[in-house]
């Protein structure tokens, strides 16, 4: 029998990782976040006032084992003066399943047959939920695009609104033989997660081991020094009576031409310290997890991947 994975996260890094992670035997169930209010996203979300669909979007066309050309569609943005401007047909679809069935949990799964997708993907909740976060400084910033875009460092992070999550998630997370924390932005990827009471009560009744895959570069605002272990307190301190177990970490250098070109948005690779991970108790796997694409650095999602499974068969 297969093994079971959840894996819990946002758009971006989620769907870089399932787009390997797909064709290995194991099941998954994709849980994503849908607090989104930037771009396409956004204006669809104040319009029809529906939970966000982007991340769940990339998910899906990254899960998908259609060819290249077909799943090129659901990422094609329309470049007009029209209101179309700037929209995915995959967003488009999506909004229109939600307004014809009522509910974001169906309309991914009929998406989900049209794109022949053999694991499972839902969003946390279907409500339409609005992130707040405190910093440092004393200020609040209200919404997921506003909280990226402030470089700001934040003491919390919580939700307008009461989020409950489907029942599903708290089933799969039951039923799971392993919990994942994507990589992704810690913030508005990660911790949207963790800050819900059902989801924190539903990993601390779970007996699946918690693994983090830590981010190869720092986001601004994220934390103040780039090493993993701080990373893994922040999202400890937001879970319950589990914490993670296990985290994974690129630990192969980062060019100087690279690590230049981030400095101007004000990213800095994350750095492993061993002595702290070890006193938090974390094991900690690293190896060379970077591969250049389009000229930036992502997580090569094939040996992640592999590095993952590989966990699981022991």
């Given at each position: 029998m297969s093994k079971k994975v959840v894996v819990l996260g946002g758009g971006t890094g989620m769907s870089h990782l399932l787009r390997e992670f797909k064709d290995f035997p194991v099941e998954i169930t994709a849980i994503i976040t849908v607090a989104d209010n930037?771009?396409?996203?956004?204006?669809?979300?104040?319009?029809?006032?529906?939970?966000?669909?982007?991340?769940?979007?990339?998910?899906?066309?990254?899960?998908s084992p259609l060819p290249p050309e077909i799943k090129d569609i659901m990422e094609y943005r329309f470049d007009t003066y029209s209101d179309l401007n700037g929209h995915p047909i995959g967003n488009l679809m999506l909004t229109a399943m939600v307004n014809q069935t009522n509910s974001l949990k169906k309309s991914i799964e009929h998406l989900s047959k049209l794109l022949d997708i053999k694991h499972k993907v839902l969003p946390l909740s279907e409500d339409y939920l609005t992130l707040e976060a405190e910093t440092m400084d004393g200020k609040?910033?209200?919404?997921?695009?506003?909280?990226?875009?402030?470089?700001?460092?934040?003491?919390?992070?919580?939700?307008?609104?009461?989020?409950?999550?489907?029942?599903?998630?708290?089933?799969?997370?039951?039923?799971?033989?392993i919990i994942i924390l994507s990589m992704g932005s810690l913030y508005t990827s990660i911790l949207p997660h963790l800050i819900c009471k059902e989801m924190i009560k539903?990993?601390?009744?779970?007996?699946?081991?918690?693994?983090?895959?830590?981010?190869?570069?720092?986001?601004?605002?994220?934390?103040?020094?780039?090493y993993v272990s701080h990373y893994l307190s922040i999202i400890n301190n937001n879970l319950g009576?589990?914490?993670?177990?296990?985290?994974?970490?690129?630990?192969?250098?980062?060019?100087?031409?690279?690590?230049k070109k981030y400095e101007k948005e004000q990213k800095q690779p994350i750095k492993i310290d061993k002595r702290n991970i070890e006193e938090m108790d974390i094991e900690l796997i690293e190896d060379d997890l970077i591969t250049?694409?389009?000229?930036?650095?992502?997580?090569n999602s094939l040996k992640l991947s592999s590095i993952i499974f590989s966990y699981l068969m022991r």
């Open positions: 930037g771009k396409s996203t956004g204006k669809l979300r104040e319009e029809f006032s529906t939970p966000a669909v982007g991340d769940i979007r990339k998910v899906l066309t990254n899960l609040t910033i209200i919404g997921q695009s506003q909280i990226m875009n402030s470089y700001k460092l934040f003491k919390k992070i919580k939700y307008k609104e009461s989020p409950h999550i489907l029942k599903e998630v708290k089933e799969a997370i039951q039923e799971a033989d539903a990993i601390d009744h779970s007996k699946a081991p918690l693994m983090y895959l830590c981010n190869i570069m720092n986001q601004p605002g994220e934390t103040e020094e780039s009576k589990r914490k993670i177990e296990i985290v994974i970490a690129n630990n192969k250098e980062i060019s100087t031409e690279m690590i250049i694409e389009d000229g930036t650095i992502k997580h």
